[in-house]
């Protein structure tokens, strides 16, 4: 049974501050690796991908992707009330494995 | 216009009573799925589907089936809904293989089985 682990949280931050989420999947076989956000209620909506080693970032958001320690994870610099919400990872292999996602709160 | 569609929206139904849950798309894509979410539970994928020829069980086929109708139209059926299946559904949609591949949700439908 191929797995996407995540803390389920909820992590608190405060407003300004570097949110850390982290992601641990079992395939070593996996190739695409998402981040999605998830507002309560709502749809996830895609934030990041990554399939290479290493970091990629897009405006606040870095994500960091190491596939020798199956580990992914999503920086979010200066953050924002607006963040919080469930981060969802996934893990694409033949299909789009998701998480359980980590309940992330700003503290204004 | 939504690039992915659901309906119904919101459904309160009975125990015992069929019920079929419609998803539509204007992507493109050959790749559709439909999962339920649950409080603590994540997203878990039901059934999925890479071309209008291709059905796949996923984690919990159980007590769902499916139909793929055209490339554009997936339905999800619940052919005698129990209490357990009350979640959230949602279909998404998503390119081929290769590259970032992402999924495209639809807005969900919200079934409450009394």
């Known amino acids: 049974q191929k797995e996407v682990e995540q803390n389920s949280g909820p992590l608190s931050v405060p407003e300004g501050a570097i949110a850390s989420l982290n992601c641990t999947y079992s395939d070593r076989g996996s190739q695409s690796f998402f981040w999605y956000r998830q507002y309560s209620g709502k749809s996830p909506e895609l934030i990041m991908f990554?399939?290479?080693?290493g970091d990629k970032e897009d405006g606040r958001f870095t994500a960091q992707l190491n596939k020798a320690s199956q580990y992914v994870s999503l920086l979010i610099r200066d953050s924002q009330p607006s963040d919080s919400a469930t981060y969802l990872c996934a893990v694409r292999d033949d299909k789009i494995i998701f998480g359980k996602g980590t309940r992330l709160h700003i503290l204004p | 216009d939504a690039d992915v569609t659901q309906t119904p929206r919101n459904r309160i139904t009975k125990t015992g009573k069929r019920i079929m849950l419609e998803c539509s798309q204007t992507?493109?894509?050959?790749?559709m799925y439909w999962y339920r979410q649950d409080p603590g539970l994540g997203l878990r994928l039901i059934y999925y589907s890479f071309d209008v020829k291709d059905i796949n069980k996923g984690e919990i086929s159980d007590g769902y089936s499916v139909s793929r109708q055209a490339q554009a139209k997936f339905s999800l059926s619940l052919e005698s809904a129990i209490p357990n299946q009350t979640a959230l559904y949602f279909c998404?949609?998503?390119?081929?293989?290769?590259?970032?591949?992402?999924?495209?949700f639809g807005p969900g439908t919200r079934l409450t089985v009394t």
């Open positions: 998404a949609t998503s390119g081929p293989e290769a590259g970032s591949s992402e999924q495209y």
């Open positions: 992507k493109g894509h050959d790749r």
């Open positions: 990554i399939y290479s080693n």
